[in-house]
């Protein structure tokens, strides 16, 4: 990057953060802390529910899926608006009504202490290993930029981030948020406008979008339903899997997932986080399928120019310099090279003959220009094995990297450093958030319950300060495997649906079969996370079908328990709540 981008950059951050630690400065107690004092309005809660969410692995990572695998993955949050209404008829009332801190108080009070601190450790463990594939996404920035080790790269961004979050706290979060998103958009906005305005002379964005969308990278909606095929059930991403595995998914972490609860918590009263919650489920679908649209612009963008034979070039670099394998990788970045000049041309024709209607010659130039990245992706495929062969802890999934690569490559100066900051903004975000969260859970449901139940409130805060610095060191050291996960966007969410539909399948038994136990749950619950990760293992479904599976084993199963007669515990009377 050049000086100038630098200056953008950091100044960037600066102010950013200098912000949101000025408008905490006063939070120096537990409800501060956590809960902002219950003082933010709807607008607050908004920006604080989708800065958690749309972390670096938004920006960075969901542009390189849209240009390999298409835009098939904003089906993934076609459930999310229906989940919204749900959480503001259920859940909300409830936990403003119990004035908690966490979501796993209320199942003290609906079961006992044992079921509580099961799932507020199912939530801990899941929130931790994702928090930790955040780290590493904003570090691979670093260690691109900088030629940095990418373990070194971890340990300083997640030390930056530690510091954030510990200084500031809940109020920090949010704040810091709101200018973060504002920054967030606009860089996303320019990124798009300079993707089209890069194209050749006569190339325009609706000449883009039929580019890619006549090579596949626009299927949006996916209809097929065949569910006596076992390959529609392992389909990560269609309509029936959006919508249904979404919706639990979506319900599960914004119902029971702290660093999403907590949010809310924060809200002045009901109405405000009701408003929140249901803004949230209305933009974040148009806003997940514009920023998947930059990325299939991006794959039209380099259909007319040189398109990398691997993005990620330091790992190229790496594998080229070892003797051995440095003429193998020339020659087949040489035939990449040709058949880029080759799809260049046909990508023309195809604009031409679209341009004037030619029906028949443009589906001839289709059938060729799918023929020639056919070939280029057999080169890509020869070349990763060789990668692969010199350095056997290499990651050869480089979809993490093309917006990145992109960016660096083609935009001017200032733009590079504001859309690093953009990444760099949302993952801090988003990661404070959840470190807050991990904290509060542990202070609240597993410190203050378990160890020392009758501090002061200093005490208590202080104590939140120091978990939180034992996250940050946890998360530190879960980023140092995250190399090996390919697509960051897609491991985060897999990892999270591994425990969030046993997560769920508790809070609905709790609000809805008000005639099971405490023992029949606790021992559903364990069954069904056992049966969740068996099914994963097995690779029967894809991800999405694992949120309903552990939300319907863990209702099966404490409703088989109770029949006999194992779940002794009575009831609690939830009229009264």
């Excluded at 908690?100 to 801990?124: G, H, K, N, P």
């Excluded at 320019?190 to 194209?199: E, I, K, R, T």
Aim: proline share 2%.
């Amino acid at each position: 990057m050049s000086l100038i981008d630098w200056i953008v950059l950091i100044v960037t951050l600066i102010a950013v953060i200098a912000y949101g630690i000025y408008k905490s400065t006063h939070e120096k107690n537990l409800d501060g802390y956590f809960k902002g004092n219950n003082s933010m309005s709807w607008f607050l809660i908004l920006i604080s529910i989708m800065g958690t969410q749309a972390s670096a692995i938004t920006f960075l990572s969901a542009p390189g899926q849209a240009y390999t695998d298409g835009m098939r993955f904003v089906q993934y949050y076609f459930g999310l608006p229906l989940a919204m209404v749900v959480l503001c008829i259920t859940f909300v009332p409830i936990y403003h009504k119990l004035k908690v801190y966490t979501a796993y108080e209320y199942l003290e009070q609906r079961f006992d202490l044992r079921t509580r601190t099961l799932t507020s450790i199912l939530f801990l463990v899941s929130r931790g290993l994702s928090t930790g594939i955040s780290i590493y996404a904003p570090s691979i920035i670093l260690s691109s930029l900088m030629g940095w080790n990418i373990y070194i790269t971890n340990l300083v961004m997640g030390g930056l981030l530690i510091i954030y979050t510990i200084t500031g706290g809940a109020k920090a979060v949010a704040y810091t948020q709101m200018q973060q998103l504002f920054i967030v958009f606009i860089g996303m906005f320019l990124a798009g406008y300079m993707v089209v305005h890069l194209l050749p002379d006569g190339v325009g964005f609706t000449d883009a979008l039929q580019v890619a969308g006549k090579m596949g990278k626009l299927n949006i909606i996916e209809t097929k339903i065949d569910v006596t095929d076992s390959l529609w059930w392992k389909d990560k991403y269609n309509i029936w899997s959006g919508v249904i595995g979404g919706f639990f998914l979506a319900l599960s972490y914004f119902g029971t997932d702290q660093s999403q609860v907590g949010r809310y918590l924060t809200a002045k009263d009901i109405k405000e986080s009701r408003i929140g919650l249901l803004m949230n489920g209305l933009v974040k679908v148009p806003m997940q399928f514009l920023i998947l649209l930059i990325g299939a612009l991006v794959f039209s963008f380099y259909m007319f120019y040189d398109a990398p034979i691997f993005f990620n070039q330091a790992q190229l670099n790496k594998a080229s310099a070892k003797a051995e394998y440095t003429l193998p990788l020339a020659i087949h970045q040489a035939k990449h090279d040709s058949l880029n000049v080759v799809s260049q041309n046909q990508t023309k024709q195809l604009v031409e003959a679209i341009h004037d209607n030619n029906n028949k010659q443009t589906t001839i130039v289709q059938h060729k220009l799918e023929e020639t990245l056919k070939q280029k992706q057999e080169t890509r495929s020869q070349t990763l094995k060789l990668i692969k062969q010199a350095d056997k802890t290499a990651d050869v999934n480089d979809t993490n990297y093309i917006f990145l690569y992109f960016v660096t490559k083609n935009l001017p100066k200032g733009l590079i450093g504001l859309l690093i900051a953009v990444i760099f903004l949302a993952a801090w975000g988003s990661i404070a958030a959840a470190l807050n969260s991990l904290a509060s859970s542990t202070v609240i449901d597993v410190y203050k319950r378990l160890w020392y139940p009758n501090k002061s409130d200093e005490h208590y805060y202080s104590a939140s300060r120091w978990i939180t610095l034992f996250w940050g060191l946890f998360c530190i050291a879960t980023a140092m495997f995250a190399s090996q996960l390919g697509s960051l966007i897609e491991a985060v969410n897999i990892l999270g649906s591994l425990f969030y539909g046993t997560m769920l399948g508790i809070f609905v038994v709790a609000f809805y079969m008000k005639k099971i136990g405490a023992r029949a749950v606790f021992y559903a619950a364990i069954i069904a996370e056992s049966g969740v990760i068996t099914v994963y293992i097995a690779d029967i479904v894809s991800f999405l079908w694992l949120n309903v599976i552990g939300c319907l084993f863990v209702m099966i199963f404490a409703q088989i328990i109770t029949w006999f007669k194992t779940g002794n515990n009575v009831p609690v009377n939830l009229t009264n709540i």
